[in-house]
């Protein structure tokens, strides 16, 4: 670990907008680079462009010049700004760094093969004569990591994530003896649609294509559809989710691996890179929404997530049977 | 919705998980068209026999706060607005408050009629 010493006006980075320009750079210096071969070469380039080749080396794919140009610049833009906007969303470390990587592999691994094909129908008879090796996309992707590398240097350590802060701890007025259990449904929609999607086009595909491919998106649907609402229930057992579609539970957390409940505010996307079950270091937990969520602190030291409405009602329980637990009391 | 149950209570257990229900209705944290825990888990959950829940979740079908249906489990009806899950709650206390008092069920009944009848 290297101390570096700020002074106190500089002690408060603002690493959104640098991270921004930093993600867009390689994009803007690939556009730049294949717009200035493209001018230099335009002459000598044929009408028809062989742009995409078999395993073998041949072309098996063609398009015209100033198409090819417009599709390789469409896809680096929409790149270059996606990533540009993204690496400016507060993240948990190191994912930040990993995007500005990812733009570093991903513009030059995108516009090497492009000046390849350039170079390759300008200097060659006829487009069927052009040939790209195999062993170019491995010098490709070596190139490309090469390239991640320094995006990573480049970005430096995430800035430091301020963890969400602990949310209150409660406890229930419980008088000794009395028994509670705790339970709610939380859905989302989106994730139902897409998991009726996914099955709707694994039933397309399979009937259209063959029972292979469809029964892989059909899994894939079911296995959002089980994801998609799901009846979180607290007691003195302790937390468990059981799929709305299945009598089974999902996941089963036993009040001895409980160290600690709380209720706080979750961002799904900031916390843990999306909504689903979600698995990340130092926790995970079902996120089918941002807002409010119950936080279990377990004995291992990972957090365990779930949002849902009421959460602070689910806490307080588990916490007064916690408590019991210690003293003894038992459930 | 929080379901409590306290087993040294005189009060049978079916009837405190149905009050625990008619509670949530009445303060709005369960709504029409919800659906309760399947019996088997809500009574795992709570450590009661299976048929205490459902005594309960009987007695809920009886005040029409709640249907049955077989594959659906139990779902909050739409006739189960917070006033009516209130007023359950309302003749729960009187009765409570009668039986305190020694009176026997036709007393109780009597009560009310006279009630009734006055207004």
Redesign the interface.
């Known amino acids: 670990m290297v101390a570096v010493k700020r002074s106190p006006s500089s002690a408060a980075p603002a690493p959104a907008r640098p991270r921004s320009w930093l993600a867009a750079l390689p994009f803007l210096v690939v556009t730049v680079l294949l717009g200035g071969l493209y001018a230099t070469a335009a002459g000598r380039l044929p009408e028809r462009l062989a742009t995409h080749f078999g395993t073998d080396g041949r072309p098996d794919g063609y398009s015209s010049a100033p198409g090819f140009l417009l599709g390789c610049l469409a896809v680096l833009l929409v790149l270059g700004v996606g990533l540009s906007v993204l690496v400016r969303l507060p993240m948990a470390p190191p994912n930040g760094r990993l995007l500005v990587a990812t733009a570093y592999f991903t513009a030059p691994v995108l516009g090497y093969p492009a000046a390849l094909v350039l170079l390759g129908n300008a200097g060659a008879a006829g487009p069927d004569a052009v040939r790209l090796p195999g062993w170019q996309v491995a010098a490709v992707l070596a190139g490309g990591l090469a390239c991640g590398a320094l995006g990573w240097l480049l970005a430096g350590a995430d800035p430091e994530w301020r963890p969400a802060e602990p949310g209150r701890a409660g406890r229930l007025d419980?008088?000794a003896?009395?028994?509670?259990?705790?339970?709610?449904?939380v859905s989302s929609l989106p994730l139902a649609a897409l998991a009726a999607v996914t099955v709707g086009g694994g039933v397309v595909l399979g009937a259209l294509a063959g029972w292979g491919g469809g029964a892989v998106l059909v899994l894939g649907g079911v296995l959002v559809a089980v994801h998609c609402s799901v009846?979180v229930?607290a007691?003195?057992?302790g937390l468990t989710l059981?799929p709305a579609l299945l009598?089974v539970p999902l996941r089963r957390i036993p009040l001895e691996k409980v160290a600690e409940a709380s209720s706080r505010r979750i961002a799904a996307l900031a916390e843990y890179g999306g909504w689903g079950y979600r698995i990340r270091s130092g926790g995970s937990g079902l996120l089918l929404r941002s807002g409010e969520g119950l936080v279990l602190r377990l004995t291992s030291g990972r957090e365990f997530v779930v949002t849902v409405d009421?959460s602070a009602?689910a806490a307080a329980?588990l916490n007064t049977y916690l408590d019991r637990r210690r003293s003894g009391e038992g459930? | 919705m929080l379901f409590r149950v306290d087993p040294g209570s005189a009060v049978p257990l079916g009837d405190q998980i149905a009050a625990s229900v008619r509670g949530a209705i009445a303060d709005g944290s369960v709504r029409a068209g919800e659906r309760l825990p399947a019996a088997r888990a809500l009574a795992a959950s709570l450590g009661v026999n299976v048929h205490t829940v459902l005594r309960g979740y009987g007695r809920l079908k009886e005040e029409g706060l709640i249907e049955l249906r077989r594959g659906r489990g139990a779902v909050v009806t739409g006739a189960a607005a917070p006033g009516r899950a209130r007023l359950g709650e309302a003749a729960q206390r009187l009765i409570a408050e009668a039986r305190d008092l020694g009176m026997s069920d036709e007393e109780i009944v009597r009560v009310v009629r006279l009630g009734l009848e006055g207004g």
């Open positions: 419980l008088p003896g009395v028994r509670a259990g705790w339970t709610r449904t009846r229930t007691d003195r057992r059981t009598p009421d009602t329980l459930g």
